[in-house]
């Protein structure tokens, strides 16, 4: 079970919440309840039986996600590359937060396109890389307060493609990739025009000053890319806040633990119900929107270019072997405890539980 989950259903609903809030709130409702039916177990070893309900699947649900945060995981570090790798990070200033508020769909469109373009026209630079980058984008769109703060993150592989594609042309030295203040100064022109021809009021509401000073783009050096991966992958398909950080869940208040980003100190934040409800439906991303996207050569449509990369970095090919999958937690029947238990029927989606035990 999940504290937050029980938390979220224990509320009312804003008025304030939109179509796809709303439509959040209620699949956590339904989640793992008969609302959704499920499946009848048996073991086949005590002649026990139980059942277990389908879950929602929803992208803001606490309980879910967890399945596929894993195999985006594996999938990942299958295709690391024997190069060195880095996280850049674009983020925005404040005041274009108002915009993607207004019209998430669209800016968070905006700030993916923008800031890929950026690195691929830096990185084509001839004195700087002169080739074509492929990597990995995943939109954050929460700071550590649950705040709204949208930035994406960049696994990137440390070298790019010439444009003959014959050739890999490493980066220049193994923890540096493109200047930072040259990408910023890039990313900040893009947007700029970009979203001047998308969408005008917004631009026209934007502070003119914002438009003049340095923005901030952040790149690190990553090693092998597999810490990043990792880190990474707690937003591919989990919530803005986990159980794990939360410390009292109250009626009226609820208090949760965070690391200072300036200090790097452990801290306690605690917010009144509607505030800590309000913030958490913030980052409910729009409907149909994906929060990890594919360039260059990485991308899906790309898949002879990166096996052409492949094969010029020599990557090895590694036979793991064959190892039996682990049992899964829901076949591991309540009254022997054994993994046993085989699907023997479903369950019709229905207002209340069956008269049998539950997990």
């Known amino acids: ?54 879950s929602c699947h929803h992208r803001a649900c606490p309980r879910c996600g967890g399945g596929g945060t894993a195999t985006w995981t594996q999938r990942q570090t299958e295709r690391l590359l024997p190069v060195p790798y880095f996280l850049v990070t674009f983020t925005v200033p404040a005041e274009l937060r108002f915009a993607f508020q207004a019209q998430p769909e669209l800016m968070h469109d905006l700030l993916f396109t923008q ?20 990597f990995v ?16 993150h960049y696994i990137v592989p440390g070298g790019g493609f010439d444009p003959d594609r014959r050739r890999w042309l490493p980066s220049r030295q ?9 990408l910023a100064a890039v990313f900040r022109r893009r947007v700029e025009s970009a979203l001047h021809a998308s ?3 917004e631009h026209a509401a934007v502070p003119a000053g914002t438009w003049q000073r340095p923005w901030v783009v952040h790149c690190q050096p990553a090693g092998t890319g597999t810490s990043v991966v990792k880190y990474l992958a707690r937003y591919v398909g989990r919530t803005a806040i986990s159980d794990e950080r939360i410390v009292v869940m109250e009626e009226e208040r609820v208090t949760f633990r965070y690391t200072d980003s300036v200090t790097q100190q ?50 090895p090919i590694v036979v793991a072997a064959v190892e039996p999958p682990l049992p899964q937690w829901h076949l591991r029947c309540p009254h022997c405890a054994r993994f046993t238990l085989v699907c023997v029927g479903t369950l019709p989606r229905q ?7 539950s997990r």
């Open 351 to 357: 207002a209340r539980a069956p008269p049998a035990c």
């Open 174 to 182: 193994v923890d540096w990739l493109l200047p930072v203040k040259k």
């Open 1 to 54: 079970m999940s504290v937050l989950a029980d938390w979220l259903i224990s509320q009312p609903v804003p008025p304030s919440a939109s179509p796809s809030q709303r439509r959040a709130l209620a699949a956590i409702a339904r989640c793992r309840t008969p609302a959704l039916g499920g499946h009848v177990y048996r073991c086949t070893d005590c002649a026990g039986s139980d059942f277990s309900y389908h």
């Open 115 to 134: 800031s890929a373009a950026t690195l691929q026209q830096v990185a084509a630079v001839p004195r700087l890389l002169g080739g074509e980058l492929g």
């Open 199 to 201: 969408a005008p009021a």
């Open 137 to 152: 984008g995943v939109l954050h769109t929460w700071g550590r307060q649950l705040q709204h703060h949208p930035h994406v």
């Open 266 to 315: 452990k801290k306690v934040c605690t917010l009144n119900a509607d505030e800590f409800l309000r913030r958490y439906l913030q980052h409910v991303p729009p409907p149909g929107q994906h929060r990890v996207r594919y360039f260059g050569w990485l991308h899906p449509a790309a898949k002879a270019r990166r096996m052409i990369v492949e094969t010029l970095l020599a990557k």
